[in-house]
C-alpha cells in the first residue's frame, strides 16, 4: 500500500464547477501536510500548506481530518488556468516528505 | 535570485556509464532534496543534506551519492547508470531543515538510460 494515495483521475470539468480532490495517507504519525500543483513537464510548486482548523487561499480550501487519516482540497469557480496534476504532500518527521502520485485536473470551456 | 537551477535539463546515457547531476540555489537555504518522479508514482526522495557538509539517504537512495561541500550545490552522481533510472530527477531546497517549510523545485532533469 502506498503511503500517500491519490485518485488519479482525470477530473474533466467545465469552467466555473467546483471540484473537489481527496488523498489519504497511512503514517498516523504524519505532522505536516501540503497540496502543490505541477504543470505538464514541469516542476511541482507549493498551492497551499493544510492545516487543523482548515484553511482557505481564495477559490481554494483545504481540509485536514486527522481522526480519519486524509486531506481534501476543494477548488470553486473553477478557471481553465488551474488544469493540472495536483500532488498531496505530506511530511512524516524532519524533512520526511512523501508525495502522492497526483490527480489530474482538466477545466473545459 | 535564479532559485534553484539543475543542469543538464535532458541526459541519455548508456548502461554502465556515470553522470553527475548538477545543483545550485542561490537563496541561502539550509536544506537540500533530490527525488525522482517516475509515471503513476510520486516523487521519491533519493538523497537529503540538512546543511553544507551533511547528507542523509532518503527513499531510494541505492545507485546514488550526493555531497554537499557548500551550502548552494548539491550535486547527485549515478555512479553505473541502469535502465530502472530512467526518470525526472528534481533538486528541491528549503529554508530551515523542518517538516513545515515550502520546497521550492528546480526544473527537472530528464535522463533515459538505454
Known amino acids: 500500500r502506498k503511503e500517500v494515495e491519490q485518485d488519479p483521475g482525470p477530473f474533466n470539468v467545465p469552467e466555473g464547477a467546483t471540484v473537489a480532490f481527496n488523498c489519504t495517507y497511512s503514517n498516523s504519525a504524519s505532522q505536516s501536510f501540503f497540496w502543490y500543483r505541477q504543470d505538464c513537464r514541469k516542476e511541482p510548486k507549493l498551492l497551499m500548506s493544510?492545516?487543523?482548523s482548515g484553511n482557505e487561499d481564495g477559490r481554494f480550501t483545504a481540509q485536514l481530518n486527522r481522526a480519519s487519516q486524509y486531506i481534501s482540497l476543494l477548488i470553486r469557480d473553477s478557471k481553465l488556468s488551474d488544469s493540472a496534476t495536483y500532488l498531496c504532500v505530506v511530511g512524516n518527521n524532519n524533512n520526511d516528505m512523501r508525495f502522492g502520485a497526483g490527480t489530474r485536473l482538466t477545466v473545459k470551456p | 535570485n535564479a532559485g534553484v537551477t539543475q543542469t543538464p535539463k535532458f541526459q541519455v546515457l548508456k548502461t554502465g556509464q556515470s553522470m553527475t547531476l548538477q545543483c545550485a540555489q542561490d537563496?541561502?537555504?539550509?536544506?537540500m532534496s533530490w527525488y525522482r518522479q517516475d509515471p503513476g508514482m510520486g516523487l521519491r526522495l533519493i538523497h537529503y543534506?540538512?546543511?553544507?557538509?551533511?547528507?542523509d539517504q532518503g527513499e531510494v537512495p541505492n545507485g546514488y551519492n550526493v555531497s554537499r561541500s557548500t551550502t548552494e550545490d548539491f550535486p547527485l552522481r549515478l555512479l553505473s547508470a541502469a535502465p530502472s533510472q530512467t526518470s525526472v530527477y528534481f533538486c528541491?531546497?528549503?529554508?530551515?531543515?523542518?517538516?513545515?517549510?515550502?520546497?521550492?523545485f528546480g526544473p527537472g532533469t530528464r535522463l533515459t538510460v538505454t
Open positions: 493544510v492545516y487543523s
Open positions: 528541491a531546497s528549503s529554508l530551515v531543515a523542518g517538516r513545515s517549510y515550502e520546497q521550492y
Open positions: 543534506s540538512v546543511g553544507a557538509g551533511i547528507t
Open positions: 537563496m541561502n537555504h539550509e536544506y
